[in-house]
C-alpha cells in the first residue's frame, strides 16, 4: 500500500512539473524565462549573419510580400499572440519531462488537461508583460543591455567577446535597441511576479496556527444515549434499578478468564529449511529488543501487528501453534509483559505482548450492561402491556361474549414414540439409500467421498429410528381419527398420545389449554369455526386431533382466553392515539414534514468485471492467503448437549414455573444424575431428545445469542447455569471443545482466489473510474463517454435531507445536495457489490408542503419520535443528578456499557451514529483565532445530536510531529497562493481579454482552485 501511495504521489508531482503548474517558483520563471530568450532569438539570427565575412542582412521585403504571422493558439488583450510552434514545443518538453521523471508516459486521458495546464501557464507570462507595460514596470536601460550581453552569441567558448559586441552595435543598432526594450519589458513581468509572490504569501504565523489546527486530534471520552435506544413506549429503568438487577442475577453473568494480546507475526518456512533457523534467530532477537524496552510501535510498524486478539484458556485462535506452557503464560504474564520467547504460529513465529488479563469470575457491570438494561426493558414493556390488558378487560369483558366449544384432544409427541431398534442390515439398507447425504467432494482427488458406513452409524440410527416414529405416530392417529368420527373410543391407541384432555369452553383463537399442543389447536380452531366434528392437525412436535363435541353460544371468556383480542384491541387503540398525535402535529406545522428539494440526479456505473475475467497469479493468491489467514480457518466448534424447558403458555407465570423446572433439573445434574436420561425424559426439544440432547458440533453464529455466550464460556465436561433464550430455559454441558484451525491453500484456492479477485475487480473499477473523471471536465462529456464505453446510465430523485437507505450512500447523498444542476458530482463513489460511480446533478426542483397522506408516516414517526426524546432527555436530567451527587462520568459510563473512545479531527462528521462534527470543533479545536470552549481534561454539557445526547470529556490532545507539521505547512501555504494567484489572474483576464482559438483547448476547462 505504501508503495502504491508513493507511485500516486510521484504521478501527481511529475504531472503537475509538465502542467507547467504556476505554484512552483521554477514554473513561473520559466515562461518569462522563455520569451527572454524568444525576444532576443531574432536579433541573433541578423548579428550572426552580419558578423559573417561579407554577408549583409537581408533587406526588408516589401509589405506585400512578408510572411504572415504564425498560427496562434490563443491571444492576451487583442496583441499578444501565442504561437501554435511554441505551445507544441512546451508541450514536447513536459511530456518529455515526465517520461524521465516517472519512465512512463502520461496516460492518454490526462493529455488534454496536461495541453490546456501548458496553456494557462504561457497565457499567464503574457498577462504579467502586459500587466507590468501597464504599471510602468520595466528593467533599466543597463539590465536590458547586461541580459543581451549574457547571450551566447557574445560569449563564443564561455568569454564575453567585446568587440563583437561592438562590431554588433555599430552595424545594428536599431535590432540591438529592440531587443534591449523587449528584454526590458520581460524583466518589467518578472519584477510584477516577483512583486505578487510577496502581496500573496499568506503570513506565516497564521500557516502555521491553520496547520497545527488541522493536524491536532483532540482524544475523547463520551458516554453516549442513543436517540434509536429510546421509545418512550414504557418507563426506562433507572440507574439503581440496572445496578439492583445486576447484583441479583450476578451468577447468570459468570464469565471464563480472559486476556487481549497484540502480535507480530514474522513468516518462516518450516524446518528442515535452513532459513527456519535465522527466522527464529530473528524472532528471539526481536523478543529480547522489545523486552529490553525497544517500542512496540516500531516493531509493529516494521513487521505488521495484529492488536485486540482476545483469548480464553481453551480457546486460542487458528494461527496460534503454542503449546500448553506457552499458553498458560498468557494468563500468567502482567499486562503490557512481552512473552520471553516466540510463539510457533501457522506461517511462522509470533511475538506476543501481552495486554490486558482478566481472571474468571463474574463479568463487571461495564460488560453486561447493556444487557441488564434491555432486560429491563423488556420488562418493563410486558407489564406495561399486562396492566392495560388487565384494564381493557375489565372495561369489555361484557362485550367480548362469543361462541365457545367443548372438545377432545389427543397430541402425539413424534420424538416420545417408542419404536423397536433396527437391526444392522437395515440400517446398512437406510445408509445406501441416503448416501448422497454423506458424501462429499476431496479435492486431493477431485473424486466424490461417501463417509463410511461405521463412521456415521450413530447418526445413521438416528435418522431412521426418527423416521419410523414419524410413521408409527402417524398410524395411531389416523386410527384415533377413524375411531372418533364412528362415534367410539380406541382405548389402547389413546393410551399411547402424549397429551389427552378434555377441555372447553374454549374460544376460537384463544389457547386450548396450556402447551405448545393447546395453542395449535387454539389457533386451528380460529381457522375451522365453532363447528362440531372431528379434525386433524400439527404442532411444533408431532401431530394432534381434535372432536369439538358441544357449542357454547354467547360465553364470556377469562382473560387468558381473552388475551389474542384484548391485545388487538391494545394495538389499534395504541395505533389510533398515536395517528391522532401525529395529525395534530401536521396541522400545526404542514411545512414541516415538506420532504424539501428534490435533486435529480444522474449515475454513471463503472461495473465490476467477473471474477473469472480478473487476472490473477499464483504469488498474488499466496500472498493474499497468508495477509488474510484468520478467514480461511476453520472456526471454532464446540459440541454440546442440553436439556430444554420451555414455558407452557403465556405470561409471567408460565415463565416462573418453567425457570423453576430448570432449576430443579439443574441441582438433579449437579447432584450426580446421568445428564443424558435427563434429557431424554425431560427435555422439550424434540430433535436432541432421543440422542440425550446431544447438538453435534456448531460454530459461532449457530445458535442464539445467550446458549451461545454461555456454551463458549465453558470447559469440557462443565455445566452451565440456567440459560434464558426465547425458547425457554436452557441447562447446557459442553463435552468437546475444537479450536479454529487454519486451512492450507491447497484446500482453499477457489475461495481466496474467488475473494482476491472480487477486490482486484473493485480496485480496477475505482481506477476506471478515476481516469474517466480527471478524463472529463462537463457533464456532457461526461455522457459521451458512457454511451461510448458502454456503461449504465440511471437517473435518481433524491429529497434534500432525507437520509440514505444504506450507510455507503449517505455522505454521496449529503454531497449531491450541495452541488449546483449542470455540474459534475466531485469525485467518484463506490456501491457495494456493483462498481464504482461517477454523478451529475441535473435539476433541483423546489419543495411544496405535502398532504396529510403523504407526510402521515413521516409525521407518526415524528410524534413516537417526541415521545423518545421525552424519555432521552429525562435519562439526561437523571444522570446530571447523579453527577451532582458525586457520581464520576467512569461510574456512569459502567452503566451504559463502558464509555466510548473517539479520536476528532477538524472538519470530522462528528461521533459514530451520532454526528456533530461542527459542534465537537467548537468545543476542542476552536475557529480561527478563538480556542476551543472545552479545556484538556474538562468534560462538556449533554451535546444535542442528531443522533442522541452525549457527554464528552477531552481525554487528550494530540499533536503532530515536526515532520508533518512543516508538510502540512508547505501544503497549506501553496494551496493559499494558488488560490490568490489565481484570483490575480482571473482579474488580469478581465482587463486583458483571453481567446482560444483552439476548439479543442477552449472545450477543456481547468478547476478552480478551493477556497482556503
Known sequence: MKRARDGQARHRRATRSLEGDPSTVNARYRSIAAATAAASSAVLVVLATAQTPGARPPASPPAAARPAPPPAVATVGGTARISRDEFEARVREGLADYRQRLGADVPENLRPVVRRQILESLVRRELLVLEAARRGLQGSQAEGEALLRQSPFFNPGGRFDEARWAQARAANPQMIEQAVNDLRRQLGARMLNERLDR?????????????????????????????????????????PEVVEAYRARAEEFRRPARAVLSVVALDAPEPPDPAAERARQRADSLVRALRAGGAWAAAADSFGARSGVVVTPDNFPGFWRGDARQSRAVFEADAGTVLAEPVRGATGWLVVRVDEVRPSGIAPLRDVAREVRARLRQEAREQLEERALRALFARVADSLRTTAVRLRYVALDTSRVRVPELPPAELERWYRGHLADYSSFDPATASIRARPFEEVRDDVRRRALAERRVRAARATLESIERAWRAGRRDAARERQATVLREVGPVVPGAPADTGLAGAAVGDSLALWGATPGVRTGAWARGGFVVHVHEVVANFVPSFEQARPMLRARHAAAVAAEEERGARALFDAAPARFARGDQVHFTRVLVPLREAADVPLTRDEVERYHRAHIDRYSAPEEVRARHILVSPDGEGPEADARARAEAESLLARVRAGEDFGA????????????????????????????????????????????????????????????????????????????????????????????????????????????????????????????????????????????????????????????????????????????????????????????GAGGRALEAKAAELDSLRRAGWSLDSLGALWGGLTTHTHAPGGSGLPGLGGGGQLDSLVAGSGERPGALAVGATSGWLRLDGGMALVRYRERIEPNATQLASRIESEREAIMNRRRWEFFEDLKKRFPVRILDAALRETSLPEPPRR
Open 199 to 239: 502581496e500573496i504569501a499568506p503570513r506565516e504565523d497564521e500557516v502555521r496556527a491553520s496547520a497545527t489546527r488541522a493536524l491536532t486530534r483532540a482524544g475523547l471520552d463520551v458516554l453516549a444515549l442513543r436517540r434509536a435506544d429510546f421509545s418512550g413506549a414504557a418507563p426506562e429503568p433507572s440507574e
Open 678 to 865: 435427563l434429557a431424554r425424559q425431560h427435555t422439550d426439544d424434540p430433535a436432541t431428545r432421543d440422542v440425550g440432547g446431544d447438538l453435534g458440533f456448531f460454530g459461532r453464529g449457530a445458535m442464539l445469542d445467550a446458549f451461545e455466550r454461555a456454551v463458549f464460556a465453558l470447559r469440557p465436561g462443565e455445566v452451565s447455569d440456567v440459560v434464558r433464550t426465547e425458547v425457554g430455559y436452557h441447562i447446557i454441558q459442553l463435552t468437546e471443545h475444537r479450536p479454529a484451525v487454519a486451512q492450507p491453500l491447497a484446500t482453499m484456492w477457489t475461495n481466496v482466489g474467488s475473494d482476491l479477485a472480487a477486490e482486484k475487480a473493485d480496485s480496477l473499477a475505482r481506477r476506471t473510474a478515476d481516469s474517466l473523471y480527471r478524463a472529463v471536465r462537463t457533464p456532457a462529456q461526461l455522457r459521451a463517454a458512457a454511451r461510448t464505453l458502454g456503461l449504465e446510465v440511471e437517473s435518481f430523485v433524491h429529497n434534500v435531507g432525507e437520509r440514505a437507505a444504506t450507510q455507503d450512500m449517505r455522505p454521496v447523498l449529503e454531497r449531491i445536495e450541495s452541488v449546483a444542476p449542470g455540474r459534475l458530482y466531485p469525485g467518484v463513489f463506490s456501491l457495494r457489490g456493483m462498481g464504482t460511480a461517477l454523478a451529475i446533478v441535473d435539476s433541483v426542483t423546489p419543495a411544496r408542503a405535502p398532504s396529510w397522506n403523504e407526510a402521515r408516516a413521516r409525521a407518526i414517526e415524528a410524534y413516537r419520535a
